[in-house]
């Protein structure tokens, strides 16, 4: 690890846990070049059908608490 990283680092952890898991999403996100548009698209394109089929009455709702206890009754 360089000194300028050492340094960096411990400039970080006056930051706010805010600012320092924006800063690591930052970086997080700098490896990868590519932009997520068309993943991005897709999702938002699956996200409308699923309301659309809710407002059609196609697509059940099923409540958070029924979701947990039914698969906490298969362990």
Request: glycine share 2%; proline share 3%.
């Amino acid at each position: 690890m360089t000194v300028a990283v050492k340094d960096f680092l411990k400039k970080t952890k006056d930051m706010s846990p805010m600012d320092r898991a924006e800063l690591i999403e930052g970086l997080f996100r700098s490896f990868d070049a590519t932009p997520h548009k068309d993943v991005d698209a897709a999702w938002a394109h699956e996200a409308e059908s699923r309301i659309d089929a809710i407002d059609r009455g196609d697509l059940k709702m099923v409540d958070a608490e029924a979701v947990f206890k039914s698969v906490n009754d298969r362990r």
